[in-house]
C-alpha cells in the first residue's frame, strides 16, 4: 500500500500504535507517512481510525473520505468506520449511504459496534 519502502515503514508502525490504542505515536507516524506519499489512501484509512478512537468525529470522516477520493474501490471497512462516525455525528443520511455501500461491497450486514468510551 505505498511506493516507498519509508512510508511503508511509517504506515505499518502506524498501524501497529492504532491496533494497540496508542494514538499518539500512531499520529505521529500516520502524519509520516503522509508528508512522504500524500496520496496514500492506507496512511488515511487509519489516521481516521485515530480520530475515531479519540473520539474525533468530524476528522475521522475527513480522513475516510479523501481515502475513498484516492481509491473509491479500496478495503470495504472504511465504509463501516463511516458509519459508526456518522451515527456519533447524529447523522442519519450519512449512517445510510455508509451502511448501504458496506453492505453492497461485502455483502454482509454491518457489524453492531460501540462508540469509544468517553475520556
Request: with cysteine.
Amino acid at each position: 500500500p505505498a511506493n516507498s519502502v519509508e512510508a511503508y515503514r511509517h504506515i505499518t508502525l502506524g498501524r501497529c500504535a492504532v491496533q494497540a490504542g496508542n494514538t499518539e505515536t500512531a499520529r505521529r507516524h500516520l502524519t509520516e507517512a503522509l508528508r512522504l506519499e500524500p496520496r496514500s489512501w492506507w496512511a488515511r484509512y487509519f489516521l481516521g481510525a485515530v480520530e475515531f478512537h479519540e473520539r474525533r468525529f468530524n476528522e475521522a470522516v475527513q480522513h475516510c473520505r479523501v481515502a475513498i477520493d484516492i481509491d473509491p474501490s479500496m478495503y470495504a471497512g472504511i465504509y463501516a468506520n463511516l458509519a459508526y462516525c456518522y451515527v456519533a455525528l447524529n447523522d442519519n443520511s450519512g449512517v445510510e449511504w455508509a451502511k448501504n455501500e458496506f453492505e453492497r461491497r461485502t455483502g454482509k450486514p454491518l457489524p453492531l459496534r460501540a462508540l469509544p468510551c468517553p475520556r
